[in-house]
């Protein structure tokens, strides 16, 4: 029989991310939001100066005592939670799923991460109070903790389906296959900050995701699809066009300052007096040249041309 460890780990890793995934997919367009994977708590997410800490449990039918049971001298699972931060902050288990005998005893309430959560109810408390001998101000921390049952199952199949959909509720509008692209670079970009060790506090901060981060990543990839589709509607060969694709990405790193001249001197009056885009294309040519003589890059010359005509288009509708 073969080992099983390693299975049940990777799984339970990638029900972590995809349960970061739902989160930012909610989140990230709330002024001053960011997330951070693997800190005091499976994830750290903050808004402001309000702070939550997630706990994620990816093993089916988890139940209450299971929560608040102790290993030896060690704190429970619920304890550990209510560690995390001041008494203000609020903490939270996201589950794949739990017993009915925990969910029947929850109550449905308003969230701030997601639109519904669960909290306990009193005689939850009052027998979790009771069986872990809380203190009061953890008493207080417990009232602040909430349960979410993630809206997927333990398994990626599952979840990218609902992220998808997701993406497609909030107007993310690319295409299928760019939406899993994008979600894959963002499971990597969150691999690569779980992976960042803390020793100090100064550590955490360079874990974050940022809200700025994410704007721009989805902004972008849909601007690339998008100018992608703009290409489409010149005499390009397939590689042209991806030396003109693999040119756009680079534009804002190596060519803001002159994309800015561009868009000082040339005016979409001086565009709508050529009969069709090729003539346009032509003359923006010709003003990236004039602008920047040690410019020798072709294939750039051409992408930015390209680029200020697309994003022209963009700013009329």
Do not use: W
């Not at 992220?163 to 969150?190: A, F, P, W």
């Not at 590689?239 to 001249?261: A, F, P, T, V, W």
Request: hydrophobic share 35%.
């Amino acid at each position: 029989m073969a080992e099983n460890g390693g299975a049940y780990a990777i799984k339970g890793f990638n029900f972590q991310k995809a349960c970061i995934l739902y989160i930012i997919l909610e989140n990230y367009l709330k002024t001053d939001f960011s997330i951070i994977p693997e800190s005091k708590e499976d994830f750290d997410v903050s808004i402001g100066i309000k702070k939550y800490y997630v706990q994620v449990k990816s093993k089916k039918n988890y139940s209450l005592n299971q929560l608040i049971k102790r290993d030896e001298n060690e704190l429970s699972v619920l304890e550990k939670n209510l560690s995390h931060g001041n008494i203000n902050d609020s903490r939270k288990f996201a589950f794949s799923s739990i017993t009915n005998a925990f969910f029947n005893g929850l109550i449905e309430t308003n969230g701030e991460l997601l639109p519904r959560v669960l909290q306990y109810s009193d005689s939850q408390i009052t027998d979790v109070v009771s069986q872990l001998e809380l203190n009061q101000e953890n008493k207080s921390r417990l009232k602040n903790q909430r349960i979410i049952i993630m809206p997927f199952q333990d398994n990626l199949t599952s979840a990218y389906t609902y992220l998808l959909g997701k993406m497609v509720e909030n107007n993310i509008n690319i295409n299928d296959c760019r939406k899993i692209y994008t979600l894959n670079s963002l499971s990597i970009k969150i691999d690569q900050k779980s992976e960042l060790p803390v020793t100090k506090d100064e550590d955490i901060s360079y874990k974050k995701i940022c809200g700025e981060y994410l704007k721009e990543l989805f902004k972008s990839t849909e601007e690339n699809e998008s100018f992608e589709e703009y290409l489409d509607e010149f005499d390009y060969t397939y590689l042209k066009k991806r030396k003109i694709l693999l040119k756009k990405l680079n534009i804002i790193h190596e060519q803001s300052h002159n994309m800015n001249i561009i868009r000082d001197k040339v005016k979409i009056e001086n565009l709508l007096q050529f009969e069709n885009d090729k003539l346009v294309i032509d003359y923006l040519v010709g003003k990236v040249k004039e602008i920047d003589e040690y410019l020798l890059d072709t294939d750039m010359i051409l992408a930015m041309a390209h680029y200020y005509h697309f994003s022209l288009g963009r700013e009329m509708i």
